[in-house]
């Protein structure tokens, strides 16, 4: 075997030993579909489902019935096309005031029940609610006053999906991770599942509330900001090494669909240099890093496949990939190594992505 050869054996073994955006993917941002709040009540009797703000937190006093808990759903099949892949998604969020200034940790939970928003608005502020009418959701009920929680103050799932610093004033952006990805793909594959989520603290610290922007504020509402690749569609992700001054970059166009044959490009690329792609059925959405700025995008936990050997001259070059047919559903994930005079004796492109259709 020729030193060449030997080297890209080399890499191949160290990648699959080391490791386990933006092209026709979609971002969009929705609205909430329902949001209140859940006040602390004995009596099950305070609501304000179409309030303009909803509260997270416990309130000042030191008292009883002090603790405040947001319901939020997002609807998200109406959105999104059936058989998607969720790749990324946060909540964003205004809260309007707060007695805490430093940041609160936040939980959000999947509620395992469904629940009715109400229309009754709470007069002044709304931090203490005001008199429940037919289908609100309260403290004791999902849909007041005939449908109950089996646990007052709400049914959910034992663990949180995520947590989050909360301010306490101004817009948040949540951070994308496994959590919140996963829910939202649940959300998507199992609509009549989808409950949405309980925002909650530790609830022992008093006077930390937030109040938080609904739906029904004149703006500033409350949005899940989502990237999703649809049945057939292709797309990149990430960054790749750098390279020089940018980065090391592939992409990949055309239909996913089951027997074409799609054109992978690689631009930037370390020249003169050999290497190959690397196939994994998953993405690792956040990146494994390697060395500062240089991440991979396959998963460490899954099957790492190597492909054909690719050619680079000049930067740049070109490789083709044909979509295995009668296997519809995939998520196929590809990262292009080559050799390089770089302390690993390799570099890595950004991924390109492949929903099978």
Do not use: C
Not at 36 to 60: D, I, K, P, Q, W
Not at 162 to 186: K, L
């Amino acid at each position: 075997m020729n030193s060449t050869l030997v080297r890209l054996s080399l890499v191949t073994s160290a990648i699959v030993a080391g490791i386990s955006s933006t092209a026709a993917q979609t971002t969009i941002s929705i609205v909430a579909t329902k949001d209140t709040t859940l006040y602390e009540s004995a009596t099950g009797t305070v609501a304000n489902g179409g309030g303009t703000h909803m509260f997270v937190g416990r309130v000042g006093g030191g008292g009883n019935f002090e603790i405040r808990r947001g319901l939020i759903q997002w609807n998200i099949a109406a959105s999104i096309p059936a058989g998607s892949r969720i790749l990324s998604a946060s909540l964003d969020m205004w809260v309007e005031q707060s007695s805490a200034f430093l940041p609160v940790l936040t939980n959000a939970h999947r509620v395992t029940q469904n629940w009715s928003e109400g229309t009754v608005a709470a007069s002044g502020g709304g931090g203490t609610g005001t008199a429940a009418i037919p289908g609100e959701t309260t403290w004791l009920h999902t849909n007041f006053s005939t449908q109950f929680w089996n646990t007052p103050g709400g049914d959910y799932a034992a663990t949180p999906s995520f947590t989050f610093d909360m301010p306490g004033i101004g817009a948040f952006v949540t951070p994308s991770n496994a959590g919140i990805v996963a829910d939202v793909q649940n959300m998507l594959d199992n609509p009549a599942a989808n409950f949405g989520w309980v925002l909650k603290t530790n609830e022992v610290l008093t006077s930390n509330a937030r109040k938080i922007n609904t739906r029904n504020a004149a703006t500033l509402k409350p949005k899940l900001n989502i990237t999703y690749l649809a049945p057939g569609q292709t797309g990149t992700w990430g960054v790749g090494w750098p390279v020089g001054a940018a980065t090391f970059q592939l992409g990949i166009t055309g239909t996913a669909t089951g027997g074409n044959t799609l054109p992978i490009t690689y631009t930037n690329a370390p020249t003169p240099s050999v290497g190959a792609n690397f196939f994994a059925l998953d993405l690792d959405a956040m990146g494994t890093p390697l060395l500062p700025n240089s991440l991979v995008y396959l998963p460490l936990a899954g099957t790492i496949i190597p492909g054909a050997t690719i050619i680079i001259s000049g930067g740049t070059g070109s490789t083709n990939f044909t979509v295995p047919a009668g296997f519809p559903g995939y998520l196929i994930v590809v990262q292009a190594a080559v050799l390089d005079t770089t302390p690993l004796g390799f570099s890595l492109s950004n991924a390109g992505l492949m929903l099978t259709q």
